[in-house]
């Protein structure tokens, strides 16, 4: 069992930058996959970036390869996403999420209640 809890969301201009953090418990962390994925207003929830059970592999989706940064802390049980040049069509409800060792854009077991993260222009 992996408890998530998310922090670091709010508001923001265009432009910005916020870092989010994922901290999860348990002594298995280092064995699990970690996402981040966002849900905006009346949208399904899509993926954003996941990293590899020890951080050697990445992967993100299109429209933020460049701007965002997801890496781990095995030592603190700990994910970032860490987010720059923000846009308002970043606005959504960022969910943290874990799946059993190898990194994929789906099929997560474990998931965070989410943090509010706010663009304006």
């Known amino acids: 069992q992996v408890q998530l809890v998310e922090s670091g969301g709010g508001l923001v201009q265009a432009g910005g930058s916020l870092r989010l953090s994922c901290a999860a418990s348990?002594?298995?962390?280092?064995?699990?996959?970690m996402g981040w994925f966002r849900q905006a207003p009346g949208k399904e929830r899509d993926f954003v970036a996941a990293?590899?059970?020890?951080?050697?592999?990445?992967d993100y989706t299109d429209s933020v390869k460049g701007r965002f940064t997801i890496s781990r802390d095995n030592a603190k049980n700990t994910v970032y996403l860490q987010m720059n040049t923000l846009k308002p069509e970043d606005t959504a409800v960022y969910y943290c999420?874990?799946?059993?060792?190898?990194?994929?854009?789906?099929?997560?077991?474990?998931w965070g209640q989410g943090t509010q993260v706010t663009v304006s222009s």
């Open positions: 999420a874990a799946r059993p060792w190898s990194i994929a854009r789906a099929n997560y077991v474990y």
């Open positions: 348990g002594r298995t962390f280092s064995t699990y996959a």
């Open positions: 990293i590899g059970w020890n951080g050697g592999v990445t």
